[in-house]
């Protein structure tokens, strides 16, 4: 095979899944059925290419537009876990909501090549079409659940903010392009370090901080965040978990790709993000904390939650820019990330397991008592939260650990301890999840749960058991971010 | 070699059986609690196998040719340890120390096998094991039977991490997990309010504990740049480190272990926690938990053998604590609060012996003394199960004809604890005092003044224990008849699943003292000093301390020439003598029924009365900490709540106030939201340009 | 002498105008098609870019962003149907029942 | 000369057409506003020398988009509605998009500005385009198809009465 196939692999398998899903939604009727090929589809095609090329420690092709070196295959790795994770939880979530629908699964794994586009882009391009194919699913599936008016407005606010914020991307594109007379990142980075830049410096940076906007708006940091309660709270609540954790990551990806071949290029660029992401990060993780803590919407909450966790991936990015700092920083956003998706993923999927058919956004009301009622669940869910407020002997815990051990060694002690500030606000509300479903308010009846089924109970297990054994053993995780860069 | 790479499963196991208990166990709870206890027991019983095997295999070790590396396994042959490097945990990688060297912040699943561990390996899962047991029988009626075993096995788990820990952080979380367990176990009748009472005290006195401990771990890894507990004993041997840094953390250290084993001033927290069942209390607050501390200063001996002030500090807060602790005993009445005050005495004997660089015999105590302070708690629960519930000793009497297997044990656990020759109690508890009397040649180099108010005051609280548990032991079972009628119609000896953990627990008590006969016996070095001798750390590497220790051996008294067999022999005599001195004192006024406490009570009614309410340490506690804190918040805010439930609640309440308006922007509409992107391009552009 | 100063000045101010209609505009449709607006005007600069540069990629570009704005539009007139259909009225202050 | 009277009156007309779009009460005019501005963008397309782009977005923006929003209009009743007035939004809005178009002109009149250099007759040509989006362009061509299917699906579905 030719090298720009190799290339493109993961890329096009993931594209033949979706096409060949597209194709079997006219024949099948049943959506368990499209939901098992789809999975099968997913890790045969997708894990199958991603694990081929790892063995051959990835390939780099600068003729594709995309790089397939083992940075990107890592977060193929991760898209393709939790498209996986997402399709099997579907299963049993849309058949009690009456609406399991058979081209689902096309658009979960057509998201799912979006990330991928985006993850490995080399090329402005490729950026684009990437970062819109994942929205442009995504905004399909927030839609989903048709016969639920929040499924639908939760789609359409996402579509027209999606859309408004890639239109200041693609301004901040076309300004970039300006400056470098170059779409190829390689190209950009050369003028950057060159000083070669055709219209001058000024256009530079609002090209930059333009395209920013569009990465922060994806990343769902503050101010940028507004859509993320809102779209997260009206969306199927396993597409949720695609999007706050698959869309987050992606745009981590793409933005660890953009800033590491691009932007560090300049060292006067690199210090003028390296303080925005430190700024907005706080931001996010303190203002995101207090808005979380007055939620009572579940989904809400982890909606906030996941605002906040994007506050914290923000300062591991921002720490990208110090070249001393790099290659620790890198694996540390790589860690989080991972550890993100399980504990997130998880926190989602028992969310939809206690949201009942005909209702659809539960408070914590919901929940209280579920410690006498459903224990396993509520002992599965009082992990996730406690992984997600960063308790030791879970995965969460370590995944802010090595970001704050990596910022105090640069040095960054002001920068760290007022993250660590924000992290023990932060613990607040995931407690107060845990506590209502240990101890439900005086006279309050322990809330009841709908039948869980045997797919979703064993996937639960494994996230939760895999929460808890990165969080003792991280070795394998940590073994396999480490040295993982730019091809 | 094979069990040591296995060293894993011992604190595993029983994390498994409380997980399946704790989740599966309510399903159990109501008809088939034999499956609960089957788990638990079951889980604990592999795990001793498993110690047993480890303990046997490192007793059978050939250390001259073990190799150096198999496997994930090491060994350091001087120290007599193996240790199983499991898995990484938090590679941070490197950083400059406060010294200026390269520290190495590489914390891994590190589990040390070696004979300091060995020994409170053996302590907690065979005197765990027999708990169990006894447990079973205990908590035969009571509800939340899962819950109460769940608990039970995750506390062996914690405890067992907390012993195999090779780095202090893994140690910190066995540390943190039995606080934890000890916590929830106090509770564990969370219906009766003082329950859930003493459970907050004993969280909250332990926190102050912690944070020492922390700030501790936190000044080693800065100074010493490794919390690898073997490596920090290595360093600080090495004598590279300065002096304040090892003794201003071997302090914090010994802080965190003040709060643990409950030591002055944090003791506190132990006699409340009484309220927790009776093989809790036992297990937890008798034999093993509260133990810990010593544990860590043992492990931690390289350290402390370094600072003087810190040996010096302890085996002050140890030898006060014991008098002080063994004072209160005298007059209390409910039996199970004598024996917890006799706890925290005869911890304080056990941090007197490392305090004074006698680490074999710190430890020595605490190995015989969980086999007869396990004995006598149960023993205590044995009465009060018979009792139906009853736990003041005043309405006790005459029991030993009808609790005959109890009260056989019970007095075997008060020989053993008084120091009667023989008995178990008598090896440790001397051998402690003849090192204190002779401290100036350990490691603290203590003065002569020093060393004898330390004897003294030892052989003292000696005289008091053995009153006191004496006069427990006659106001039970002998004196007059005091049961109420009630009582008496359901009195009736305790099934075999708890007279035989007694009976195997009281062989123990009288049996275990057995390896470690003093030299001045036997005319060879002592058994039990030989074991542990390789787990000490001293300046110059062990193998010269080795070397050194058998050449003055060989050179016979010329090396002890001021230390001569008649002042040993005298010591030993002391100490005989006054465990009989208070046996016979509690029999003249307790075997039978005699006017002397009670008219000696109030001619000094003054000192009876401090006392008996424990010098009054809890009122002066809340006079001088806690009452000020809040009359001064009533002058404050003139609400009290806000202080005594402290800033906490101010901070999270003004946090969700700011929440509360921050939410307001997000007002649902799309072209606002669409504004406030606009809105941050703004705030951006105009940043940076 | 139209230079590539005037496209840009251009496109900047088709941007604004767009951005405003998107954040004015009581309609659905409408605030959609401003939004379109200012991707056209992004266009605008990518072209003349292009040929300020004597290179095709600024066209290329162009044609993806045209084609991605296709897709957009299916999918939106899609998504603002399902809304119409259900509040009965093109007006986007409906969508908010999900707030605070 | 004629070039630049030209460009400017394709400006103009371009600028109307949005201000239409936003300004105009009544939606079909807006509509039609906006494909007045979509065509004259795409006559400033040939004029940069892309003819084939330029016809692109008169078929695209002024055929499809626009007539699918002027078929949704007119199928759902075009009600009468301009921009909100008044309102602390529009009021903001205003003000910020002056200043973000503020922002914009002050990094304009400090970039290097040059004239149009002079390209080839085969710049821009329908080969040399079809060329480069068969050769070094593949992968997003393939990535964009896939994306159309998709839009193409999602549309349905959203779209679809029944639902099982």
Redesign the interface.
Known sequence: MSDLLWGTLPIAAMGLAACLMFLLAAVLKSGRTAGVLGILSTLILGGGSVLVLWSQGGKVVPAALVSCDKLALFFDGLFVLVASLVMALSLEYFDKKKAHHVELYGFIILATAGMMGLASATNLITFYLGLETMSLSFYVLAGFLRAHENSVEASLKYFLLGAFSSAFLLLGMAFLYGSSASLDFGGIATALSTGAIPLGEPILYLGFFLFLVGLFFKLSLIPFHFWAPDVYQGAPTPITALMAVGGKTAAAAGAIRIFLSVFTASQGLADKWFHLFMAVGLMTIFVGSMIAVTQRHIKRLLAYSSVVHAGFIALGLGALAVASLREQMLAAVLFYLAAYLLMNVGAFAVAGVVERPENYDETLRSYSGLGTTAPYLAALFSVFMLSLAGIPLTVGFLGKFYIFGALVKGGYYVVASLGLIGAVIATYYYLKVVVALYFPAAGEEPAQVPKVGWTTLALLTVMGAGTLYLGIFPGLLTGLVKGLGIG | MMPVSLLWLIPVLPLLGAFVN??FG?KWEKDRRNVISAVALGSTALSMVLAFWNIATLWATNWASVPERVGNVTVDAAHHAFALH????????D?LTGLGGRGH?NVE?LFVLDPLSAVMLFVVTFVGFLIHVYSVGYMAHDQGYFRYFAYLNLFMAMMLTLVLGGNYLVMF?GWEGVGLCSYLLIGFYYQKDFCADAGKKAFLTNRIGDMGFAAGLMLILYYFGTLDMAQVNAIAVGGTIPPWVITASAILLFVGATGKSAQMPLYVWLPDAMAGPTPVSALIHAATMVTSGVYLVARSNGLFSMSPTALMVVAGVGCFTALFAASIGLVQNDIKKVLAYSTVSQLGYMFLGVGVGAYAAGVFHLYTHAFFKALLFLGSGAVIHAMSGEQDIRKMGQLFQKIPQTYRTFLIGCIAIAGIPLFSGFFSKDEILWKALTSGDGPGKFGPLYSKVLFLVGASAALMTAFYMFRLLYLTFFNSDRVSEEAKHHLHENPKVMTVPLWILAVGAVICGYVGLPKLWTGSENVWERWLEPTLYVPGGHGEMAEGAHQAAASGAEALVHHSAAMEWGAMGLSVLVAVLGIVWATMWYKRETETPSRLAQALSGPYKVLLNKYFVDEIYFGAFIRPFVSMSRIASGVDRWLVDGTVNVV?YS??V???L?????????????????????????F?? | MITIGHYLVLASFLFVVGLIGALTRKSAIIVFLAIELMLNSVNLVFLALGRYFGQLDGAVFVFFIMAVSAAEAAIGVAITVAFIRRNKTTAIDAANLMKW | MTFAVVFFAVAFLAFIGALTLVFHRHPVIAVLGMAAATVSIGVLYVMLHVPFLGLFQMIVYAGAVMVIALYVIMALGPEESGPQVGTVQTVLTYAASLLFLLQLYRVLIKSEIGPMPAVDEAFGSIQAFGGALVSRYAVPFELASLLLLGAMVGAVVLSRRQWQ
């Not at chain 2, 499991?86 to 990688?93: D, K, S, T, Y």
Request: charge should be positive; charged fraction near 5%; proline fraction near 4%.
């Open positions: 704790g989740v309510w499991l898995a990484p945990w938090l590679p941070v990688g950083f912040f699943w979380i999270a946090n969700e700011l929440g509360m921050l939410r307001f922007f997000q007002t649902g509409y799309i072209r606002n939201y669409g504004l406030f992107i606009l809105l941050g391009v703004l705030v951006l552009l105009y940076y340009f």
